[in-house]
């Protein structure tokens, strides 16, 4: 079974630039989620997707994030513009249905680094 | 208010040792499900063990085991006989949220095996 799928692994971007990441979940598992860990932290969730709804966005920068999942599957998130401070790694992740009550697998991430 | 506290930000021992990892959470729901999860130096964070708050029933698969305690609000994690392979970082997860079920990670506790 293939896992969850992240790209791209690396992004270097300068600051006020816009960046996008794009995850593709385990293939049947109805939420999916984006995580920021900043170095030493752990996972953040900035938002969690059942099917292709929001189930929490309470901590997605909504200035500047945005986030959206296509037809219940693949899933992209989106900083415009970025600050230093969003030097972080952005993990995706998803489990089957009953949202955050069952285990989550991780993708490998997106090292985005803003200078 | 933090929901999940790793009180130990490193530990360092020697092969063989047994050691345990701290977990301490904060919840106001009567239902809930507890995660630890392992994230090796390559990153992919990768499950362990789920717990849901019905079962206090203490859990061992191999070296390792889990002790789950309403009482005290905790949920550790014994490594038995460790091994330089189980050098990662170490979180615990807590899902709450009444239906919902919104994780949230500790900040980890990296654990070092030194041959």
């Known amino acids: 079974e293939a896992g969850v799928a992240q790209s791209p692994r690396y992004k270097i971007i300068e600051k006020r630039q816009s960046v996008a990441f794009w995850c593709n979940p385990i293939s049947g598992h109805a939420t999916l989620y984006w995580y920021q860990q900043i170095l030493g932290q752990g996972p953040k969730l900035l938002i969690q997707f059942q099917n292709n709804g929001v189930v929490d966005d309470s901590q997605l920068p909504k200035d500047r994030f945005s986030a959206e999942r296509l037809k219940g599957v693949d899933s992209t998130l989106k900083i415009q513009p970025a600050k230093l401070e969003d030097s972080a790694v952005y993990l995706c992740a998803s489990s089957v249905s009953g949202q955050g009550a069952y285990e989550q697998y991780f993708g490998p991430g997106t090292r985005l680094t803003v200078t | 208010a933090q929901k999940v506290t790793q009180a130990q930000t490193e530990i360092s021992v020697v092969e063989k040792e047994d050691v345990t990892l701290d977990c301490v959470y904060e919840?106001?729901?009567?239902?809930?499900?507890l995660f630890w999860y392992k994230q090796p130096p390559s990153g992919e964070l990768v499950f362990l063990i789920r717990r849901n708050s019905f079962d206090e029933q203490n859990e061992i698969s191999g070296r390792y085991s889990w002790n789950f305690q309403k009482s005290t609000s905790s949920f550790n994690f014994t490594i038995t006989a460790s091994q330089v392979v189980d050098s990662a970082v170490y979180f615990c997860?807590?899902?709450?949220?009444?239906?919902?079920?919104?994780?949230?990670f500790g900040r980890g506790t990296s654990l070092i095996v030194h041959p």
């Open positions: 997860a807590l899902s709450e949220g009444g239906g919902s079920y919104i994780p949230t």
């Open positions: 919840t106001r729901d009567t239902t809930y499900y």
